[in-house]
T-cell receptor, first 113, second 114 residues
Framework: DAGITQSPRHKVTETGTPVTLRCHQT?????MYWYRQDPGHGLRLIHY???????DKGEVSDGYSVSRSKTEDFLLTLESATSSQTSVYFC????????????FGDGTRLSIL | KQEVTQIPAALSVPEGENLVLNCSFT??????LQWFRQDPGKGLTSLLL?????REQTSGRLNASLDKSSGRSTLYIAASQPGDSATYLC?????????????FGEGTQLTVNP
């Protein structure tokens, strides 16, 4: 299994609080991604990174920010959490290249009350 | 905007049956197509990746095909087993300049009955 660790695995917090999720990889892969998974919507891309300090938006980026200061860590921040951001969040990594799959972490279940 | 559809949404079969899961996408300008498996409460496991220039890929009892012109892919599972029970997800990737971003279907939930 690809060396991907997401933390925390579960979190319950209140509306309006800041939340940071961490993705840590031991594979030295160039690309890292944050997705959210919701019933009726499947997995949707929030943000991705193509190198240290290089990030770009996905299709559902509003309300989220990311940072990547080291190859191995990709942080997802909800500046002021809302109930609509209750979801399961997955981190993925990839070497890049047409024949390279994305490998996923085990997810973070986030509940915002 | 790329849209990915998977049919059926759920499928229940007896053990030993061969089965086909379907995936369709609206934009044929894809980089690659990936099939994943997701067990309840778990992350996604990569099963097969088909590059845009390829027609099929095989791994053990799994065979995935790709027809870019018609916007379709199928995942064939031979001699199904109860351990194959899971949700199967299809995803298409945009090009490298877009970070190989994936667009997912909502999945087919497969149950294989002993």
């Amino acid at each position: 299994d690809a060396g991907i660790t997401q933390s925390p695995r579960h979190k319950v917090t209140e509306t309006g609080t800041p939340v940071t999720l961490r993705c840590h990889q031991t594979e030295n892969h160039r690309y890292m991604y944050w997705y959210r998974q919701d019933p009726g919507h499947g997995l949707r891309l929030i943000h991705y990174s193509y190198g240290v300090k290089d990030t770009d938006k996905g299709e559902v980026s509003d309300g989220y920010s990311v940072s990547r200061s080291k190859t191995e860590d990709f942080l997802l921040t909800l500046e002021s959490a809302t109930s609509s951001q209750t979801s399961v969040y997955f981190c993925a990594i990839s070497k890049g290249g047409v024949n390279q799959p994305q490998h996923f972490g085990d997810g973070t279940r986030l509940s915002i009350l | 905007k790329q849209e990915v559809t998977q049919i059926p949404a759920a499928l229940s079969v007896p053990e030993g049956e061969n089965l086909v899961l379907n995936c369709s996408f609206t934009d044929s300008a894809i980089y690659n197509l990936q099939w994943f498996r997701q067990d309840p409460g778990k992350g996604l496991t990569s099963l097969l990746l088909i590059q845009s220039s390829q027609r099929e890929q095989t791994s053990g009892r799994l065979n995935a095909s790709l027809d870019k012109s018609s916007g379709r892919s199928t995942l064939y599972i031979a001699a199904s087993q109860p351990g194959d029970s899971a949700t199967y997800l299809c995803a298409v990737a945009r090009g490298e300049t877009s970070g190989s971003r994936l667009t997912f279907g909502e999945g087919t939930q497969l149950t294989v009955n002993p």
